[in-house]
C-alpha cells in the first residue's frame, strides 16, 4: 500500500499529464516500462500479503470459541455472518467515500488512507496478541496430504484388510498432546486406506496413521463442492466490471450538481449484503430453527443452493435490464461510445440487490462450509479452498470475456465490445444465466453425494438439544459440557 501510494504521489512514478482538455484518444505521452512495473509490483505485493491474510484471519477469529462450552459453540454459528459484516463494512467505505476521494480529491488521499488504516489495524491486532487463543502449530497440511497420497501409490497394489483396526494409528496418549486430534476411520475413499497398511518399512511417506488419511479424505472429498464455486466466482467480478461499464452509459445525475461516481455503484451490492446478513441471522435463523431442527436454520448446503438459485435469477434480471437499455438507446439513435442514454442509472439497482442478498447466502456459507468441514489440523487450508475459488473464478472471468468477445466478433457482430452502445451485452449475459443453471445442477449431484463429517453432525445434535427450550435447559448444557470435556 506505501508502494501504491507512492506510484500516485510521486511525478516520477505516475504516468505523464496529457495536458489541459486534451481527450485521451489525442493523447500521445504513455507511460514508461519503469513505472507500470512498480505499478503492478505494488500490485502483486499486495496479492501475496492477501494470501496470507485471508486464510488465516478468519480461521484465527472461529479458533477463538471453545467447541466445548455450549454458549461459545453457539456463538460460532453466528461468527461467519458478522465476520463477513464486518468486512462489508470496510467494502462499503472503499466503494462510496474512498471512491469519491479518489475521483474528486485526488489519488494521492485516495490511497494515502487506506494505507494509514492499515497500519493502525496492524497495532491493534499487535496489540490483542496477549489475549488471544493461539492453537499450536503443526505440520503443513500440504505436507501431511502429499505424505498419504504417496504412501498410496507406492503401495498401489497392497491389499487393504478388512478389518480397520489392523491399520497403523498412533497410541491414544499421543493424541492427548494439544493440537492433536484422533478421527476414526471412514469407509469412504478408502483406495487412500493403503497408505495405512503395515508394511517392514515406517517411513512417514511409505506409513501413514489413519487419522491422517481421514484428515486428506475430508479436504479431497470438499474438492467437487469446490469446483462447484467457481463459476458463481465469476459472478463477483460481474459486478465489478460490466455491471459499472453499463452504468458509465446511464444517466447518473442526482440533482443539478451530484452525479453518482460509476465505481460507487458495487455499493449497492454492499448495502443489501449487510441489511441482509443482520436479517438473516436475527430473524431467519430463529424462525426457521424451529421447524427444521437444525441450529444454523438450514444445512450450509442449502444456503448454497438457495445463493446459486438467485444467482441465476440475477443473470436474468441483468439481461432485462441491458435490452431495455439498448432499446432506449436505439430509440434516441444513441450509437457513439461516450453518449449516454436517457435511462435512470437505478434500472441497474435490482441486479446488485439481488447480488448483494445472493452473496448472503453463498459467501457466509462458503466460508464457513471449508471452515468446518476440514479436520481440525487444516482449517486454514480449508478456509483457503475459499480464496482459492475466488481467485479462480476472477480468471475464469477474464477468459469467459475474452473468448466469448473473440469468437463472436469473428463470426458478425461482437456480443462485447468497447463501444456498450452497439455491443449485445445482453446476449453474453443470457449465456452467463445458462452456466450458472448449469453449475447449479452440477452442485444439486455433488450436494446430494456429499457426507458431512461425523464430529460436525454430532456436534450439530448437541447443539440443537442445548437450545431446546426445556425446564433443566442449564442442568442439560452442564451435561453436554462435562460430557465433551470427557471425551476430549
Not at 93 to 98: A, G, I, Q
Not at 133 to 154: E, F, G
Not at 368 to 389: C, N, V
Request: proline share 5%; hydrophobic share 45%; net charge positive.
Amino acid at each position: 500500500m506505501c508502494l501504491l501510494t507512492l506510484a500516485v504521489s510521486l511525478p516520477g512514478l505516475r504516468p505523464p499529464s496529457c495536458g489541459h482538455r486534451v481527450k485521451e484518444v489525442d493523447c500521445d505521452r504513455h507511460t514508461s516500462t519503469f513505472q507500470v512495473g512498480f505499478f503492478y509490483c505494488a500490485l502483486y505485493i499486495t496479492a501475496v500479503g492477501t494470501g496470507g491474510t485471508k486464510p488465516n484471519i478468519s480461521t484465527m477469529g472461529a479458533d477463538q470459541f471453545d467447541d466445548f462450552e455450549p454458549k461459545e459453540r453457539l456463538q460460532k454459528l453466528s461468527f461467519f455472518n458478522w465476520w463477513m459484516f464486518s468486512v462489508f463494512i470496510g467494502t462499503l467505505f472503499s466503494n462510496t467515500f474512498l471512491i469519491y476521494i479518489q475521483d474528486n480529491v485526488g489519488w494521492e488521499i485516495g490511497y494515502g488512507l487506506p494505507t494509514l488504516g492499515l497500519t493502525v489495524s496492524i497495532l491493534v491486532f499487535i496489540m490483542g496478541t496477549r489475549y488471544y487463543r493461539h492453537k499450536p502449530p503443526s505440520d503443513s497440511p500440504l505436507n501431511q496430504m502429499a505424505r498419504v497420497l504417496v504412501a498410496t501409490a507406492r503401495k498401489w497394489k497392497v491389499v487393504v484388510p478388512d478389518e480397520p483396526k489392523e491399520l497403523y494409528e498412533l497410541s491414544l496418549e499421543e493424541y492427548s498432546n494439544p493440537g492433536m486430534h484422533r478421527i476414526d476411520h471412514t469407509n469412504s475413499l478408502c483406495l487412500l486406506d493403503k497408505a495405512a497398511v503395515k508394511t517392514a518399512q515406517n517411513s512417514p511417506w511409505i506409513l501413514c496413521p489413519v487419522t491422517q488419511i481421514e484428515q486428506t479424505k475430508q479436504m479431497i472429498k470438499m474438492i467437487p463442492i469446490l469446483l462447484a464455486t467457481f463459476i458463481p466466482a465469476t459472478m463477483a467480478a460481474q459486478t465489478h466490471t460490466l455491471f459499472i461499464k453499463q452504468g458509465t452509459t446511464l444517466e447518473r445525475s442526482i440533482g443539478p450538481h451530484f452525479k453518482i461516481p460509476p465505481g460507487c455503484l458495487s455499493a449497492f451490492v454492499t448495502i443489501f449484503m449487510l441489511t441482509s446478513i443482520v436479517l438473516y441471522d436475527r430473524f431467519f435463523v430463529p424462525f426457521v430453527r424451529r421447524y427444521t431442527k437444525n441450529p444454523r436454520g438450514i444445512t450450509l448446503l442449502q444456503r448454497f443452493g438457495i445463493g446459486y438459485m438467485l444467482h441465476i435469477i440475477v443473470m436474468v434480471t441483468a439481461c432485462l435490464a441491458e435490452r431495455r437499455r439498448l432499446k432506449v438507446a436505439k430509440e434516441n439513435e444513441i450509437f457513439e461510445k461516450n453518449q449516454i442514454v436517457p435511462l435512470s442509472i437505478f434500472i441497474l439497482l435490482p441486479q446488485f440487490a439481488l447480488m448483494g442478498v445472493a452473496d448472503t447466502f453463498v459467501e457466509v456459507a462458503k466460508i464457513e462450509f471449508f471452515y468446518d468441514q476440514a479436520p481440525a489440523g487444516m482449517k486454514s487450508l480449508g478456509t483457503a479452498y475459499f480464496t482459492t475459488s475466488f481467485g479462480v473464478g476472477y480468471f475464469l472471468s477474464s477468459f469467459l470475456l475474452k473468448t466469448v468477445a473473440d469468437i463472436t466478433k469473428k463470426r458478425g457482430k461482437g456480443w462485447i465490445l468497447d463501444n456498450l452502445n452497439v455491443s449485445r451485452l445482453d446476449y453474453y449475459y443470457a449465456f452467463f444465466a445458462v452456466l450458472c443453471f448449469l453449475n447449479f445442477l452440477y452442485f444439486l449431484l455433488v450436494a446430494k453425494l456429499f457426507v458431512y463429517n461425523t464430529e460436525l453432525r454430532d456436534t450439530e445434535r448437541k447443539l440443537h438439544e442445548a437450545i431446546e427450550p426445556r425446564p433443566n435447559k442449564s442442568t442439560r448444557i452442564e451435561e453436554i459440557t462435562l460430557d465433551d470435556k470427557a471425551s476430549s
